[in-house]
């Protein structure tokens, strides 16, 4: 269960905007949530990634803070991305319907972009960083081997895996918590098909 008082990545993601997504129906009813983030310093070209999974009821799957080889800040943003998507691949059914929270804007637009391409929607022209291409690859892939995929924006100071990427060496001991296979209860019943879930500013604090 999620430790108490510390704020769940499902509570994060309900009270976000989520670009291009106003609906359709079940977008709120996640199964899983991934928040990533990356980072480059200018300085001395440290780069580096976080990436927090939890269950709907805020049970923590895997964390992780890594250095890596990113040129630029995109190019971490993406690869972070990529890589907790290939993690909550390997945890999680193909059915499963994925919250991922980043505070890159444009990233979580070209992500819901793609989702609602896939879903059939079609909201628009998707844009990505030249250097980041084949992680976008990666992503998309993922996006369209899960049942369902929406991105909110979330603030990078209420990102949990912001200091991870900053600060991979000081946050390592996360990359040695045990493996979790955690499968989530079954959801509540969802909105009627056909009609947009309530607005987040309406909805109780249990839905």
Not at 155 to 168: E, F, I, Q, R, V
Request: proline share 9%; hydrophobic share 35%.
């Amino acid at each position: 269960m999620a430790a108490y008082g510390r704020r769940s990545l499902r509570d994060r993601f309900d009270s976000a905007p989520t670009p291009h997504v106003a609906h359709p129906p079940r977008t709120h009813h996640r199964d899983f949530y991934v928040a990533t983030d990356g980072s480059y310093h200018l300085h001395d070209h440290r780069a580096g990634m976080g990436v927090v999974i939890e269950t709907r009821d805020g049970t923590r799957v895997a964390r992780f803070a890594l250095p890596t080889t990113a040129t630029d800040n995109n190019v971490a943003e993406y690869q972070a991305l990529h890589f907790g998507l290939d993690v909550l691949a390997a945890r999680a059914p193909s059915t499963a319907r994925i919250g991922v929270l980043t505070d890159h804007d444009s990233l979580a637009t070209n992500v819901n972009s793609a989702a609602l391409t896939h879903d059939g929607w079609g909201p628009g022209e998707i844009r990505v960083p030249l250097a980041s291409q084949n992680h976008w690859r990666g992503i998309r892939a993922r996006i369209a081997g899960f049942g369902e995929l929406r991105a909110a924006v979330i603030d990078g100071t209420d990102n949990p895996a912001h200091p991870l990427a900053n600060s991979p060496k000081e946050y390592a001991h996360v990359n040695r918590e045990p493996d979790r296979c955690v499968r989530p209860e079954t959801p509540p019943v969802s909105s009627t098909p056909g009609v947009p879930p309530p607005s987040r500013a309406d909805r109780h604090a249990s839905d």
